[in-house]
T-cell receptor
Framework: GAVVSQHPSRVICKSGTSVKIECRSL??????MFWYRQFPKQSLMLMAT?????????EQGVEKDKFLINHASLTLSTLTVTSAHPEDSSFYIC??????????FGSGTRLTVV | GEDVEQSLFLSVREGDSSVINCTYT??????LYWYKQEPGAGLQLLTY?????DMKQDQRLTVLLNKKDKHLSLRIADTQTGDSAIYFC?????????FGAGTRLTVKP
């Protein structure tokens, strides 16, 4: 079945630095990928829809300049958290679709900003 | 590894009840969720249940949790064509979310 690889699984960074999270579809091409964020003890929040070759579509309230999304190829989307602050600490997860097999989620990235 | 499993497809007739099943393997799950994804859209949280509950009902939705068998189900009463979507179950374990692959529900008129 379809596999989505997300890297890194855990990252700790200093406040003010930037962190890049990668989401790769390993054995299929994905024109669309989704990025989610989960706050502690809350449900998943859709941040943005990543579209290959064009700008991402951000959900209301999500700062596009802070959460940079690049979907440069059909198998890779990246989320960069710029100038990270402790309140950005969260669990970030991506998903992609290969039409025949539904949606596949990455394993998630636990970001801790200290 | 720990997996969340659900069947990929379910087809029902309009007006019938739909039951989507999910099994999980980690007994330390604290929350279990059901999400809905419509074509081209992101996930929408439908409902969730705490691991110390057996059942939760919310309008047309009924969630049943069998902790002994690690089985979660979502029942949609009086299924409508607008319910056609992909339904994901997920468990929250140790501050991480784990998702099933999704069940594509097709509602026939």
């Amino acid at each position: 079945g379809a596999v989505v690889s997300q890297h890194p699984s855990r990252v700790i960074c200093k406040s003010g630095t930037s962190v890049k999270i990668e989401c790769r579809s390993l054995d299929f091409q994905a024109t669309t990928m989704f990025w989610y964020r989960q706050f502690p003890k809350q449900s998943l929040m859709l941040m943005a829809t990543s579209n290959e070759g064009s700008k991402a579509t951000y959900e209301q309230g999500v700062e596009k300049d802070k959460f940079l999304i690049n979907h440069a190829s059909l198998t890779l989307s990246t989320l960069t958290v710029t100038s990270a602050h402790p309140e950005d600490s969260s669990f970030y997860i991506c998903s992609a679709s290969e039409s025949a097999y539904g949606y596949t989620f990455g394993s998630g990235t636990r970001l801790t900003v200290v | 590894g720990e997996d969340v499993e659900q069947s990929l497809f379910l087809s029902v007739r309009e007006g019938d009840s739909s039951v989507i099943n999910c099994t999980y393997t980690d007994s330390s799950s604290t929350y279990l969720y059901w999400y809905k994804q419509e074509p081209g859209a992101g996930l929408q949280l439908l409902t969730y249940i705490f691991s110390n509950m057996d059942m939760k009902q919310d309008q047309r939705l009924t969630v049943l949790l069998n902790k002994k068998d690690k089985h979660l189900s979502l029942r949609i009463a009086d299924t409508q064509t607008g319910d056609s979507a992909i339904y994901f179950c997920a468990e929250w374990v140790n501050n991480d979310m784990r998702f099933g692959a999704g069940t594509r529900l097709t509602v026939k008129p």
